[in-house]
């Protein structure tokens, strides 16, 4: 980051994990666009698959709302006429980065919410804080601004192959 002031985001393979995205968003500032890591990787047999976790709760008007990440995106569960949870994906409609006092940053997501909930928008913090490492809560791990299914994302990730490429040209 200091060599390449102005730097916004870095696409990487899935070899990024929660602890890796944590610094990089906090400590530089930059976002990472990566897949994160499956609960179970695909194989010719069967899909992949993606963890779930628990990401906090917000309070909207008179209501809560569990937010959750799968496969990094920020969502809700949905349930089911069985009483199935389904996890349904937000929209994610901006992302803002924040300046601390000690030269490290905080990043949030405004999401969109469904009409079912009220509509409106929330923002939600994406890099992980002391208070989620209290609660064994890896935010960074299992909640990505620009992941997987983000319209962004589609736009950014397809270029990896290439950087790696250049990257192989250089070394040779």
Not at 53 to 62: L, M, N, P, R
Not at 92 to 115: H, S, V
Not at 140 to 157: H, Q, T, W
């Amino acid at each position: 980051a200091p060599h390449l002031p102005g730097v916004q985001a870095l696409v990487y393979d899935g070899a990024i994990r929660g602890v890796h995205a944590r610094q990089l968003l906090h400590k530089m500032g930059i976002i990472p666009v990566s897949p994160p890591t499956a609960a179970r990787a695909e194989t010719p047999g069967s899909p992949r698959e993606e963890k779930t976790a628990f990401i906090e709760t917000q309070t909207v008007g008179d209501r809560s709302i569990n937010l959750y990440g799968c496969g990094g995106q920020l969502g809700i569960a949905d349930y089911d006429a069985d009483g199935e949870p389904n996890f349904v994906p937000l929209k994610r409609t901006k992302n803002k980065r924040a300046n601390n006092a000690d030269r490290t940053y905080r990043w949030y997501g405004q999401y969109q919410l469904p009409n079912h909930l009220g509509g409106g928008k929330i923002w939600v913090r994406a890099d992980t804080t002391d208070a989620d490492d209290q609660r064994k809560v890896n935010r960074s791990e299992n909640f990505r601004l620009i992941p997987p299914g983000d319209p962004d994302y589609a736009v950014l990730y397809p270029g990896r192959s290439d950087i790696e490429a250049n990257n192989r040209q250089l070394e040779d």
